[in-house]
Structure formats: C-alpha cells, structure tokens
C-alpha cells in the first residue's frame, strides 16, 4: 500500500480537496519523515513544526480552490520569513530573525501552501553546490557522499527524499535546474518577469527569478502556476500566439508537436577547457531517441563562439556580490569565496560595470534570435556526473569560481537571455546517478516547454525512481 508521500503533488491536493486526508494529517506525515530522515542527509537549515501545524490548522478556513492549498513545502534559507531564523547560508546572520517576510514567502503563503521550515542554500545563493559552513551540507540521497548541487540543493534533497512534495527554488545561473540535475527532479527556470515576487537579494541584469522543483512535470506546473500568481508577470512574457489557462493545464494534456534544436555549444567555451562526460551524452542521446520517436522535429543548432561572454558574466557575478551587506566583523565571518566575490565586486568601478552589462545585453539579444528558429533547444543539463563533497576548492576563489563552470556550463546563459528552461531527468548511470537534459524555450513559452517534458515522462516514468531514502 502506497503512503501519502508516494502520490505526487497534485493527487495529495486531491485527496484533500475530496476531505480524505487533511493538510494537517499531510503535515505531520512529512514532519515525521523529516525527524527520521533528514539528519543524515541536510535539506533542512530549520525546520518549524509547530508553525506548520498551526499553518495546516487555519489553511482549512481558506478557500481549496487555493492553487496549492494545504500542501507542505519549505522556504529557501535565502527567503526571509518572519519569526523563523533565515541565516541565507551564513556564518554572518546566525542569529537573524527577520521581523518580515518576503515577498515570495507571502505569496505562497496567499497560495494555499504550509511552510515546514527552511531548506538548506549555500552562502548568500552563490555557489552552484550546497555545502555551507554555516548550516548543514546538502548530501545527494542517491550516493550521500556526493552533493546535491545549488544553491537550491537543500530544496532538491528534500523533494528528491520524499521529505517534501515540492519546493521553491531560486535561480540566478542554474540554481533551480542544476540541483535538480543532480537530484533526479523536474526543474524549470521561468522566463524573466513570469514570477514578479522576490525574496532575498535581488540581483544585477535580472538573473535570479524563483521556480519549482518537483518530481513530476506535472507537479512542477502546479507549483509554478502558485508562484506565478495572478498570471500578471512584471512584463510581457506571454507571447501573443499563447493559449490561455494555468500551467498546469499544457503539463496535463502533454499535447503538441514541436521543432527541437540540438546544441552542446556553451558561451564559456573560450575561456575554459569544457569537457561532456560520457554520462552526459548518453542522456542526450536518450532524449534524443524518445523526441524523435514522439515525431518532433530535430536538427542541429550551432551557436557562435563568444570569446567576451566569461568576463562580461564575471563581471556583472561578482559586481552582485558587492552588495550582499557584510562589513568589518561580518566580512572576516563569511567563507573564502564569498570573501573573493565581496572584494573583488567591490572593485569593480561602474565604467567596467556598465561594459559588461551592455555586453550582456548584446549577447542576449544574439542568443535570442539564433534560439527562435525553433520552439524549444535540447542541451545537456550538466556537462559532469553529480560532484563530490569536498570537490570544490573552499580557499581559492579563482579555482572555485571555474570548477563550477566545469560543471554546469549551460545554464547560466539562460539566465542572461531571460528565456525558460526545464531540465527532465531521462538518464540513471551505471552507478545509479541520476542526469539530465535542459529544454530552452522561446520567450514566455514554459507552456510549451510543460508540454514536451510531460511527453517525455510519460515514456520514461522517472517519477517511480526513488534514492534509497524514499522507503526508509
């Protein structure tokens, strides 16, 4: 017999809508596997019980028709909720409380949803790996002695370990769909403006804009369609051939035939030696295979090189962490890349700063144009297996800042660009690693990108793949 946290998202919303379960009971359900389970694995950086029963308690008195009414998720450590400690990864706000909460923790609160606590993040959402000083280390349920990704890791190992049925993210150069990669999950980046509520540091050019991570494609629409909102994005993202309704609606129906571009080009190729491991390309090929069994048009798509895209990015990262508000004792508290990132953005005069943002632009309005010959383009999720813990340097700045381009070299340019993306698991590794692909869609078109993945799913099923921890 199947237990609650076998059903996805969308049937526990359905259960509950039909009274057969209450958020509470849901509740309790995933705080118990989060006291069993969570100790050995660090998706938690808190987790607020009594909140949360309180929260499933007076979630009743609002309307089900919620878009995510009664359903457990937790807030990013990088999201500022009120009452509960949000140290955003950091040794420098151990002991932060914020008096108000964000504007995103509002708006999933608004959707219906129960806060259980804050998922694991690394340093102030920086790095694209979660192991912070400050806070537990995010451990892949699938191998623990390998990491989860970031800086969304902690909200990865906690959908990926069945301790959550969804949750949140944030992604500013891969943080959604890097963790989701390496965790076995859907995640899916949204177009810039499509979710206009913020949380934490904002961020220089538009890169960062929250997204779900989820097991299913479906799952990933119902929550994408709470952060949403009103469905009113900052700016025009919906294009003007779109079809009306939820998200959820194009993930349910998985309808459609579309063109598909082929590319394995990064714009970090000319300042780093990129490498596409084996593994990699065996899940390209196997998303390849199912596409174009499914009739969806495929062809290669070759980007330009672009030799001034690792600076101008460099840039424009490091000119954002000049303002993350660490000064004098605080500065000598935070870790040594963060420290790099700080000094070295703060250097940064506004002449450099106004080059690169300029550059980026351009670079966004190339990237743009040569994706729109077709509706979606397929690249590798990551360009390496899930890296170990320890892997990264923690005292080298430069070395640091480089492995983590090794390692996700393709999703960082979708940030710039603006545009959506969705990373679908297709792949487990002889060694029973979890990899992925990404799906880059054309501007305000998740719907279609919904549409493909949930295809896609429904041939390969990896929402019944579970890391050991799922039957524990």
């Known amino acids: 017999m199947s237990e609650l946290h076998d059903l996805t998202a969308l049937e526990q919303l359905e259960r509950m809508r039909r009274r057969e379960i209450s958020p509470l009971e849901l509740a309790e359900h995933y705080l118990a596997r989060i006291a069993r389970l969570d100790p050995g694995l660090g998706a938690f950086a808190a987790v607020t019980s009594e909140g949360a029963r309180t929260r499933a308690v007076d979630v009743v008195r609002l309307s089900p ?59 102030f ?70 979710v206009p509520a ?57 309808e459609g035939r579309f063109s598909i571009g082929v590319s394995r080009d990064s714009p970090w190729a000319t300042a780093y030696d990129l490498q596409i491991a084996p593994e990699a ?49 605080q500065l000598d508290l935070v870790e040594p890349l963060t420290r790099w990132l700080v000094e070295v953005g703060r250097s940064i005069s506004a002449r450099e700063l106004g080059a690169a943002l300029t550059w980026l632009a351009g670079f966004e309005r190339r990237f743009i144009a040569r994706a729109a010959r077709v509706d979606a383009v397929l690249t ?18 430069e070395r640091n800042f480089a492995q983590q381009v090794l390692y996700t070299p393709f999703t960082s340019m979708v940030n710039v660009s603006g545009l959506p993306a969705i990373v679908l698991p297709v792949h487990v590794t002889a060694d029973g690693l979890p990899m992925a692909v990404q799906l880059i869609g054309r501007p305000g078109r998740e719907d279609v990108l919904l549409a493909i993945g949930a295809q896609v799913e429904r041939r390969l099923h990896w929402e019944r793949r579970h890391p050991p921890a799922w039957t524990s």
């Open 380 to 397: 590798p999720a990551m360009a390496l297996t899930p890296r170990p813990i320890g892997w990264y340097d923690a005292d080298d700045g």
């Open 281 to 329: 390309e065996e899940a390209l090929q196997i998303a390849l295979t199912h596409l174009d069994a499914m009739g969806h048009g495929i062809e290669e798509l070759a980007f330009d090189p672009e030799p001034g895209y690792a600076a101008a990015f460099r840039t424009v990262w490091q000119a954002g962490a000049a303002n993350i508000p660490v000064e004098g004792e």
């Open 65 to 123: 028709a919620l878009p995510i009414w009664g359903l457990p998720f937790a807030d990013k450590d990088l999201v500022a909720r009120a009452g509960v400690p949000t140290r955003y990864g950091s040794r420098a706000f151990l002991d932060n409380v914020p008096e108000e909460s964000d504007e995103l923790a509002r708006w999933l609160d608004a959707s219906g949803g129960v806060s259980l606590g804050k998922t694991s993040a690394p340093e």
């Open 198 to 254: 913020l949380g934490g540091f904002t961020s220089l050019a538009g890169l960062v804009t929250a997204g779900p991570l989820a097991r299913t494609v479906g799952d990933a629409a119902l929550l994408l369609d709470a952060l949403a909102g009103d469905g009113s994005p900052l700016w025009s993202t919906v294009a003007p051939d779109a079809r009306e309704g939820p998200f959820l609606g194009f993930a349910v129906r998985g």
């Open 125 to 194: 959402g920086f790095p694209s790996y979660t192991e912070p000083l400050a806070g537990p280390i995010a451990r892949n349920p699938y191998d623990t002695a390998l990491g989860a990704g970031g800086s969304s890791g902690g909200a990865a190992v906690a959908v990926a370990a069945g301790l959550l049925p969804f949750a949140p993210g944030s992604d500013g150069g891969g943080s959604v769909r890097i963790p989701a990669a390496a965790t076995g999950l859907v995640g899916l980046k949204p177009s810039r403006g499509r």
